[in-house]
């Protein structure tokens, strides 16, 4: 039995046929929606694939917050890392033609933004760490998104 837990978080899919509230679940490396019915999974939210069918997610937005702990002078402080994942068109050949993500950390009364990312999370994450104020870390997550 794995002893890694299972995380959710709260969020919107948006497309041309409107918006619908979605949970994202994050077990490892692995992650799970269901959008419109439709259950999706993957080891990126940028390579989500259909289960059980053909078709990978693309012309949407995904937004999702999840609770991040920062650490500073030995104290845990609780932030909301926002995140929002911009997926383009698909391409005759079955990959995206982009896939832009965007981290906001809300942490201190401060929003600290990783700018566009690529779809790459920990490259994202990275660009946040090196703003924050001396002494202060990002927490790590269970799972993480990308």
Known sequence: MSSESTEVWAGWYRDRRGAEAVTIAAHGRQLRTRIRGVEYEGAALAALEAVGAEGVLSSCVLEWDIPLPVHADGTAERATLSCLL???????????????LSLTLHYGGAAYESGIAGSDFDSALDRIQKQLPYGAELGTLASTAG
Request: glycine share 14%.
């Open 86 to 100: 911009t997926l383009g068109e698909l391409r005759p050949e079955g990959s995206l033609d982009r896939a832009d």
